[in-house]
């Protein structure tokens, strides 16, 4: 069992910067992908990024790529996303993910084989 919880979101300006954290608690998070998901109101939830349980693999949707950052640190069981060049278009609420996940971009990228969630932090960007 894994529990996440987010923070950092905020209201913000087109432009601007953005760092997201996502803290974990529970066992074996060292074997766990982690991802960031959105979703905007009125919307699926979409994928954002993911990050391998080593850290050394990552991906991005084509949306958010060379924007985003995504990193985690194993020993403080967290999960960070920088965000710069924020567009009003990325306003959305932002959810951490945890999950056996086998390592490629369809596998990584698909919501459903996520087990575990946060409740999200609301990201708001104006124009």
């Known amino acids: 069992q894994v529990q996440l919880v987010e923070a950092g979101g905020g209201l913000v300006q087109a432009g601007d910067s953005l760092r997201l954290s996502c803290a974990a608690s529970?066992?074996?998070?060292?074997?766990?992908?982690m991802a960031w998901f959105r979703q905007a109101p009125g919307e699926e939830r979409e994928f954002v990024t993911s990050?391998?349980?080593?850290?050394?693999?990552?991906y991005y949707a084509d949306s958010v790529k060379g924007r985003f950052t995504i990193s985690r640190d194993n020993g403080k069981i967290t999960v960070n996303l920088r965000m710069n060049s924020l567009k009003p278009e990325d306003t959305a609420r932002y959810y951490c993910?945890?999950?056996?996940?086998?390592?490629?971009?369809?596998?990584?990228?698909?919501?459903?084989?996520?087990?575990?969630w946060g409740q999200g932090t609301q990201v708001t960007v104006s124009s």
């Open positions: 990050i391998s349980p080593g850290g050394t693999y990552r």
């Open positions: 993910a945890a999950g056996v996940v086998s390592f490629n971009y369809a596998s990584a990228s698909a919501r459903n084989n996520y087990a575990y």
């Open positions: 529970g066992r074996a998070f060292n074997t766990y992908t």
